[in-house]
């Protein structure tokens, strides 16, 4: 197994807006070239799928893709596909209308975990 790296490992912390009021405060813990899936189920639940990568365009950059799902009467409904580039250590900002009229935000944030607080055990 390869040895981890700060460069590595990832924290991503999202703030999910819906119609400006907040939804979820996510946060991922996310290693380059991965892939998280969180779900929430209430009654307005929430769920997110989200990859991590590098983006070359950008000094450090990181790239998140997400897909992002949302419940409305029982029953998990698509509110898009975006993608924030972002530099390791900044934040980023992203705002769409999805297919019901709602205006959705995703705030990102990314940031390194210390080396010495990585696990290499499996």
Known sequence: MPN???????????????????????????????????????????????????????????????ELFFAENGRWKSAGKPSISVGLNGSGRLMWRDEAGSNLEIRAAITAIPSDTISTRS
């Open 4 to 66: 981890r790296t700060k460069a590595d490992t990832n924290v991503v912390d999202l703030v999910i807006l819906r119609d400006g009021n907040v939804v979820a405060t996510p946060k991922l813990v996310m290693r380059i070239g991965t892939t998280a899936v969180l779900t929430v189920a209430k009654h307005d639940g929430y769920s997110i799928k989200s990859a991590l990568g590098r983006d070359s365009r950008i000094a450090n950059g990181r790239k998140l893709d997400i």
